[in-house]
């Protein structure tokens, strides 16, 4: 059975698992038997479906393991894969992998899961990923401001071209110009990684969300220096406000100062700015480099946390003076996994926004290609035919 996107939505009922995107509901999906993953350098990501008993549809579930407990992801992965066996026995089943971890996890997953481990390229199934969610499920990407916190955009009739910060233990910067073109421009070592590391050392907190969570109740102004600081008000003449960051953590240096009077809160809340801030004008200065109006953030750095979302948006509102529009998802996190899962042929095929497209392209780009009509009639048969063989 394949993918039916009419009526795809985002669930509204409470998380089961807090911490977790929230599950896209398929009414019209029956059965897909298919899983995928995107290990990353600190967090694993699963993407799944599941029925809803008593309807015929299903959803989309989607679930995250710290990388370095990736036993306890592979675990959770075998377990759907023998509730799919009994209700399909015989059914071989395959489990598409991306990110570093699919390489240097590879052998673990095959010879733990026994199933065929197909990898998939890390970057088009960020595009991949992106792509559907923002074209194909209602109320998923919006802007974040303290004044309208969570304000949805409207389905794009063409999304193109955009620019995607991916913010993983690291950033990666990429241009779109199409379904299936898209370069890499730029990025930086600075990312989640960076703060989750700093915070580990610096904080008592444990796992990345305590540090966010604590980042809440932080006050900054203990631990930057800021404008005021320096100059004991606003510096109008440069149009820096008195409470704008002069230095991160710029008041720890000095002399006779008790390092243990600065709260884990306060530090958390200092980082979190420090790293946020300079992803957006990393950001920034490559979209007005590039042309670009529109930046989606993606990674399992943001989390729908609002210090982030907010900062991310003052910069990139900032620096290009309302010119640039930052975007956010709902399901920033699963970008590569929603990518890794529509790889699946019968997932992409059934997608409005993916039907023919990616064939279809690359042959109607070739010179070569005289015929139109036959071109489209040709891929239309290739379609049919793999339906018929599913």
Known sequence: MTMNLIGASICDEELI??????DIQLPNTE??????????????????????????????????????????CIAFISR?????????????????????????????LRDTLKV?????????????????????IPFEVFTYSETDPMCFEETPEDPF???????????????????TTFERISGTSLGGGTL????????????????LEASQEGDNRNVDMLVGDIYGSDYSKVGLKSTTIAS??????????????????????????????????????NAKLHGLSKIYFGGCFIRGHPITMNTLSYAINFWSKGTIKALFLRHEGYLGAVGAFMKHRSSRRNSRSFTLTEQLAQKLADPDTADLEVTLAQDTLDVVADEESD
């Open 17 to 22: 698992v807090q911490g977790e995107a929230r």
């Open 31 to 72: 059965h897909v038997s298919q899983i995928s993953v995107d290990v990353g350098g600190s967090l694993a990501k699963v993407v799944y479906f599941s029925r809803i008993p008593g309807t015929k549809g299903g959803r989309l579930n989607f679930r995250k393991f710290e990388t370095e407990k990736i036993d306890e």
């Open 80 to 108: 759907l894969l023998e509730e799919s066996r009994a209700s399909r026995p015989g059914h071989e089943f395959v489990i598409k992998a991306t990110g570093g971890g699919a390489h240097l996890y590879y052998g673990r």
């Open 116 to 136: 065929n481990i197909q990898r998939e390229d890390e970057m088009e199934c960020l595009i991949t990923g992106l792509n559907f969610l923002i074209t194909e």
């Open 161 to 179: 071209p955009y620019m995607l910060v991916n913010i993983g233990s690291g950033v990666s910067i990429l241009k779109v110009t199409s379904a």
């Open 196 to 211: 989750w590391g700093l915070l580990s050392l610096l904080t008592g907190a444990k796992t990345f969300d305590e540090m």
């Open 248 to 285: 991160s953590m710029g008041k720890v240096f000095k002399k006779n100062v008790d390092k243990r009077q600065f709260k884990p809160e306060d530090i958390s809340r200092s980082l979190l700015y420090m790293v946020s801030n300079n992803i957006g004008q990393i950001a920034y200065l």
